[in-house]
């Protein structure tokens, strides 16, 4: 079975532009959800998306946003892109997306902003 | 809210030394615990987990028991080795909604 597949891993983008990152669940799992890792702040959740409905949100501004596909792949964008942007985007998934079920992370996507 | 407090590191042993990483935590409702562990250049991958209280998870010979009365989740290994080296992670969640709440992390590096 493959695993959660992000894409690009890498990305060199400029203070604001905008940016989307794309992650492929692993087949069967309905729930989605978005990390952001930095080394000053570590792992912080950004947003869930289950049926193509965002369920959960974490505290990140509005120019983090996402969206699910009806195949479960989703999509996060982030706009008008600043220096602290910079960090490792990981993407993870489960089944449903209950509480004792554990996530299942992609390699993630590696964004330098310049 | 709710949080985790995982030992800071890096933590340096040799190899077969015994390894304890501690983790706290605080929550209001009744989380599920974890323990993810981190290579250079990966992703996350699951270590163990446990549900409730009392409950031990154990995988690749690490091991760690849900302690509700003393709020911990402390990660051991009897024998570690260098292919042991990672960054541990420990983690809570409440309630559904794929959220997961991450300790700060702990560097292991092990030495032959």
């Known amino acids: 079975k493959a695993g959660v597949t992000q894409t690009p891993r890498y990305l060199i983008k400029t203070r604001g532009q905008q940016v989307t990152l794309s992650c492929s669940p692993i087949?069967?799992?309905?729930?989605v959800s978005w990390y952001q890792q930095t080394p000053g702040q570590g792992l912080q959740f950004l947003f869930e998306?289950?049926?193509?409905?965002?369920?959960n949100k974490g505290n990140f501004p509005g120019r983090f946003s996402g969206r699910q596909f009806s195949n479960s792949r989703s999509e996060m964008n982030v706009s008008t892109l600043e220096l602290g942007d910079s960090a490792l985007y990981l993407c993870?998934?489960?089944?449903?997306?209950?509480?004792?079920?554990?996530?299942?992370f992609g390699n993630g996507t590696r964004l330098t902003v310049t | 809210g709710d949080s985790v407090t995982q030992m800071e590191g890096p933590v340096t042993l040799s190899e077969e030394a015994f390894l304890t990483i501690n983790c706290t935590y605080t929550?209001?409702?009744?989380?599920?615990l974890f323990w993810y562990v981190q290579y250079p250049g990966e992703g996350l991958q699951l270590l163990l987990k446990?549900?409730?209280?009392?409950d031990k998870g154990s995988n690749k010979g690490f091991e760690a028991t849900y302690r509700k009365e003393t709020t911990s989740f402390h990660l051991e290994k009897g024998s570690v080795q260098v292919s042991d080296s990672a960054v541990y992670f420990c983690?809570?969640?409440?309630?559904?909604?794929?959220?997961?709440?991450f300790g700060q992390g702990t560097e292991l590096s092990v030495k032959p």
């Open positions: 998306y289950f049926s193509e409905t965002q369920r």
């Open positions: 993870a998934s489960s089944p449903i997306g209950e509480g004792n079920s554990p996530l299942h």
């Open positions: 087949s069967g799992h309905r729930s």
């Open positions: 929550a209001t409702g009744y989380p599920s």
């Open positions: 446990a549900t409730k209280a009392d």
């Open positions: 983690a809570l969640s409440v309630g559904q909604g794929g959220k997961l709440i």
